[in-house]
């Protein structure tokens, strides 16, 4: 560990951004605002390149900053302590590197917003929180980031919160993160209760010395367990949170929602940075992952599931960001499922790929429904190709290394992730291939009709007054296309160079590495088959929509019909939560506050209380009747049986 | 500084005697008045902080003289860890409270400011009180001006309120004062000291009913479920001055009260009893939480998430770890700055609408943006949002509970669910409150400030006045540094709460263990491949409790075993 207390300012400048234009936002100039807003970005990119530097130039010896002590409390120690290793490294370049360049796009995008300071104060903060999230250098610490992104994230999607239908997205992202952040707090506690440490660098060291996992535990909390059982657990809980940040089934409801917020929003958060933490995140515990083989299963199937299930919702989308939405989910999907096959370098590599082709892709969209003044609907575009060639240009491309075609960088990263999942597993290997053909046919689909054809916007004269995209969003566009063009450079395979790829020497350290057990020829052949998938996807969307607009067969298969139907409607996923979860919780809140607070305990603690003083009191007035001779009576009575027995 | 410690204790009350016996000032003057004298308080308690010294766990800055020495009764006060931070809380709640709430009442000014005073000394003294009957006097003394403040100066209902306020804390300080004699009653005649209450041993049947009898005065005042449902209803009606004190310092006694007097006064009891009242907690978190969410006015949502975050502070107490209960007392301080400051909130739209309905408003966000900004930042506060006030108080306790040797982790049989493991199950439960408090205060937050301005009225709403703003900013302020530098905080509790759990565990030892053995059952129904019943009785051993630096043993070699080969 080498200090390197400049860490600190990677999250600290734009979280200054944040602030400052918080408060003074309002008043500034739109420049200056634009001044603070990317100059703290882009310092933070600036420290991040000066720490990788630094770290490898000191052969990969991992740097710390450690700020202050946190919560110390009885046996345990928070610092709040930041770490960069070089995961962190690739992570953060990411995440600074793409983030600059959406911060430039949205000058551009957002220039006539009357809330412009308000957008970039959101943005900065999502900077700061997730540079906390990749830096933190213990579970607690990644915390603050693992929330703090889901905060800037629900201000961000409820940026525009006069319509409800938006604050509403925002609402829900949040409160589903949260059910995620429930299961990374208990893993926290899982693993703290079997380790006594939430230290990544003394977690390592304590899996390290564990030995046998299947050895049963004789003391703590966890006695009667075997050391894997208790981490089979952890992981469990700890995937809970990335079902949710990084949108897998079941938790994944809330991403495509998020696109109710700015576009450059969608691309940064909900498709290039914070909806990759949850993989960052198993990655970061991959040590411990890979001593729970069997959470690992269920990582590996819900991420095939999870890529196969949300492409197929994704081929009956109309709305352009939607389809790219569940293209996300997806594609988090792969990821996820290399992660659970132990192949933690090729999910990096996919997360970086991906970062740069989708955020491509939805500044592509953003340009798009810029230029037509808002409109989603892709049935309503068409013939755009002409009218925004470098938007096209650069949408083509992305399209083209997402769908996964040789050489651009979706071809060498998906494949990695394939070839690595039938290794594991024939089914996961027919899951995956699944999902790649649909991506292809979905993109293919989105692409022709957005740009091929005549435009079909029901304004007539929308193609005179297109609001075409400045440099300012241009430039990004073009950056992000040619890092989806070369990306693939980062970890070409081991049959091409005979030699390691880059990032599996970079990462090697902190992930392992793992190699393909195929032949030369076989991975050969699997390549090929991977691109004709692809290529089959890709001609079966021309076939149906070469012409802009859906073929007869199209309009009658895919665009209508019953399974058009339960597509549309993404499987009733969300209905099912509405009627099932949401509206029990609600039916025991009004139990609680309707019945059994006003009827059951004041029934029985107030109007017991009262009626036994009444009672009482009703009781003895009853012998005291006024009447005289009952009195007497009693009188009588009771000196009789006073002096009986006194005289017995 | 013993002197300055009463000082503080009484310049309130001196202050309404002066204001009582003047003649009737103006209402300004009157409320500035009263602002002052709290903000003087205030100040003298941070010279207290200045000669504290928070590594110390015993009793600072003690008065111990006589008072009624027929009875044993001294007039004895003195602050440690767990109550000098919770003066703190009251002395800057008072007149940051004064200061939100200067134009919510306009009638009978002068009483209003003078039992809020009264209250303040009441509330302090409390804290302070290291004798049983002084204790009780002050806990009583400040039951009186709450319940003027909410029958007078409260809402439509505030007579049914006030009385059932009344009615619940009576019935609850009742059965204390019985113990309290019952207690104070030794075999030479009578003492009422703390010190000599906690260094006796009851026998374990009598420790039940004395346990009960102090559990149900705190469980009442916390309050705890099921015995919650006066607390909706004083919020409600109570004006906001009432609110924020109520649930900022009031609430605070009940836990207060576990851990100074209940606690080590009958540890055994406290220790076996801890299933019961961990359960009861966690049932208040989601029942609180739940219950927030579908009400309709404001005031009561707010109501109900105290239930629910009252509800990890006794979580917390009961798990009896070093973690849980600094946590426990942690929590209470970060509680009452984000609730006080969502009251005060809540009460600026009333003075401004005069209608508490959430249906009643929607799309303010646009109108007041400052409002907005400072609502939505003490939610988040609230619902624990790392880096804010809550998110520490809630993590200590949580892992308090879930990861150290505690009463609660035991393994209890559930028919038809085999053997539960009690501590993990509680606080997984538990942690399901952080869920539930995102979704009702961020439902609260949109319907108050987003979505579209629909209601005419809500056109002319006034953003924060320059006052408010003053109010709010040191309440948001201590929310980041609550949440950023808990250990200016901690560092001083800490050492308080490591004695006390320390006292509870060897006084409780021998019994504890006995019963915790017979209590631990088997986990997991029997049969084929079914795991050995676990015979290890629940040790709680005082190493693990003491403080060891940088600790990085809970799991050592020699805690595996191999698995016996078949």
Sequence with gaps: MIKFSSLAYIPLL???????????????????????????????????????????????????????????VGRYRVDLALGFDQLTAALMLVVTGVGFLIHVYSTGYMEEDPSYWRFFCYLNLFVAAMSMLVLGQSLPVLFIGWEGVGLASYLLIGFWYSDTEKADAGRKAFITNRIGDFGFLIGTFIVLGLFGTMDFTQLRQAVAAVGPTDAMLTTGIFAGFSVKAVVTAACI??????????????????????????????????????????????????????????????????????????????????????????????????????????????????????????????????????????????????????????????????????????????????????????????SLGILGSVGAFLTAFYMSRLYFMTFFGELRHPDPHMKDHLHKPGLSMEIPLIILAA??????????????????????????????????????????????????????????????????????????????????????NKWFVDELYQNTIIRFTRFLGSLAAMVIDPWIIDGILVKLSSGLVSGSGRLLRKPQTGNVQSYAAVFVLAVAIITGWAVW | MADLLNVIVYLPALGALLLASLPPLEHRNLKATAIAVTTLNFLLSLILWSAWSPAHAGFQFETNVGWIQSFGIRYHTGVDGLSFYLILLTTFLVPVTLLGAWNAVETRVREFVIAILVLESGMLGAF???????????????????????????????VYAAVKFFIFTMAGSLLMLIAILYVANVPTGWDFSWASAVSRNFDPTLQAWLFGAFMLAFAIKVPMFPVHTWLPDAHTEAPTAGSVILAGVLLKLGIYGFVRFAYPMFPQAAIAYAPIIGGLAVAGIIYGAVAAWVQPDMKKLVAYSSVSHLGFCVLGVAAVTVEGMTGAVYQCLAHGISTGGLFILVGVLYERRHTRLLSDYGGLARKVPVFATFLVFTALASAGLPTLSGFPGEFMILLGTFTAASPLDQIVNVPGLGGIRMAQVLTVLGATGVILAAVYLLWMVQKVLFGPLQDPANERIADLSVREIAVMLPLAALMIVLGLFPGIFLKGIEPSVQRLVTTVHQKAGQTYQADAGAKRLNWLPAGPGARPALQRPLRIDPNRLRLAPGRFDALRPEDIRRPPTP
């Excluded at chain 1, 880059?502 to 990462?507: Q, S, Y």
């Excluded at chain 1, 050969?524 to 692809?534: E, L, R």
């Excluded at chain 1, 067969?553 to 597509?567: D, I, K, R, T």
Aim: glycine content about 10%; hydrophobic content about 55%; charged content about 10%.
């Design chain 1, 14 to 72: 734009p979280l200054i951004g944040a602030f400052v234009l918080g408060l003074w936002g309002k008043k500034m100039e739109r420049s200056s605002a634009t001044i603070v807003a990317l100059s703290t970005v882009l310092g933070s990119f600036a420290i991040t390149v000066i720490a990788t530097y630094t770290m490898v130039k000191n052969n990969g010896t991992p740097l710390q900053a450690v700020l202050w002590e946190w919560i110390y």
């Design chain 1, 483 to 568: 890092l989806a063009v070369v990306g693939g450079a980062l970890n070409l395979p081991h049959v091409f160079t005979h030699t390691d790829g880059f990032l599996d020497r970079f990462l090697g350290p902190v992930l392992g590495t793992k190699v393909l057990s195929m032949t030369a020829t076989a991975e050969y052949f699997f390549m090929a088959k991977s691109v004709g998938i692809a290529v089959a996807g890709i001609v079966l969307g021309y076939v149906l929509y070469g012409r802009g607009v859906p073929t007869k067969a199209a309009e009658s298969f895919v665009e209508s019909g019953p399974v058009h139907g339960v597509l549309y």
């Design chain 1, 237 to 426: 809980a700890f995937f809970i949170g990335v079902t949710g940040k990084s949108a897998q089934i079941p938790l994944y409801v809330w991403l495509p929602d998020a696109m109710a917020g700015p576009t450059p929003v969608s691309a940064l958060i909900h498709a290039a940075t914070m909806v990759t933490a949850g993989v960052y995140l198993m990655c970061r515990l991959g040590f411990l992952f890979t001593i729970a083989p069997d959470a690992l299963v269920v990582v590996a199937v819900v991420g095939g599931l999870t890529a196969v299930f949300a492409a197929t919702i994704g081929v009956a989308q109309n709305d352009i960001k939607k389809v790219l939405a569940y293209s996300t989910v997806s594609q988090l999907g792969y990821m996820v499922l290399a992660v659970g096959v132990g192949a933690y370098t090729a999910a990096f590599f996919h997360l970086i790929t991906h970062a740069f082709f989708k955020a491509c892709l939805f500044l592509g969209s953003g340009a798009i429904i810029h230029a037509l003044h808002g409109e989603q609907d892709i049935r309503r575009m068409g013939g755009l190709r002409k009218h925004i060639p470098i938007t096209h240009a650069t949408f083509l491309v992305s399209t083209l290394a997402l769908a996964g075609i040789v050489p651009l960088s979706g071809f060498f990263s998906k494949d990695l992730v394939l070839a690595f999942a039938s290794e594991r597993s024939a």
């Design chain 2, 128 to 158: 302070v009180a290291l004798d049983l009957f002084l204790f009780y006097v002050f806990w009583e003394a400040m039951l009186i001006p709450m319940y003027f403040v909410i029958g007078v100066w409260g809402g439509q209902r505030r």
